[in-house]
């Protein structure tokens, strides 16, 4: 896809979600158990954070998340940015997945089953009750990359308790699972390291594909 391309499907997002708000986000994205993508070197490997933007398609039928590293998310690095984005796998719940709850890979740590189980049995019941009406409104996922570990990595989809006194007080997260590609097996899992945008750091100057969206 063509950069102009790519900001469209991110200023689709924007749209949608101000016109449909958590409503809609879980509306569109219930039915994805994670996402796939690769920390390759052209990522960039002097990056703090991989940026993982959500956007649609005018119609909204098609969703994308486009990957790149805060290196590369700048205007300096506009000339050839499209080089340096990688669109994920987006995984959709099979069939088999008949039972509400169940996690089918094998993840032995009791909290992260419980916050993947919440997105899966209704995300939207969770996320409603909020302390800011902006909360959840989610435009891009900001995945840590010395979490990343290997080059191949999954990103669950799971909803966390947060840290406010609101007793139904809840956070998209993600879960970053590596995968060691040869054998296909977890290497590890990291979890509480994932920020959202918004809110929006101090400066955006790394967040370049948000720009005027």
Known sequence: MKLDEIKGYIKNWSMYLKEN?????????????????????????DSEYLHAYIGISEDFKD???????????CKEKKSDISNHISIANLIKYTKKDTKKGM????????????RISRWKKDPYSYLKEQVSGDD????????????????SHRAYFAIKKARTAKEKDYRLDLIIKNIEKDR???AEISYDTIRLVPPFPPTTKTLFLLEHN
């Not at 708000?21 to 052209?42: A, C, M, Q, W």
């Open 21 to 45: 708000r958590v409503e809609g986000l879980t509306k569109i994205l219930k039915d994805y158990e994670y996402f796939e993508f690769e920390s390759n070197p052209s990522l960039g490997s």
């Open 63 to 73: 969703i994308q998340i486009f990957i790149i590293s805060d290196f590369h998310d």
């Open 103 to 114: 996690i089918k890979e094998v993840i032995d740590d009791k909290r992260v089953k419980k």
């Open 136 to 151: 959840n409104l989610v435009r891009c996922f900001k995945i840590p990359t010395e979490d990343l570990l290997t080059t």
């Open 184 to 186: 296909m097996q977890e």
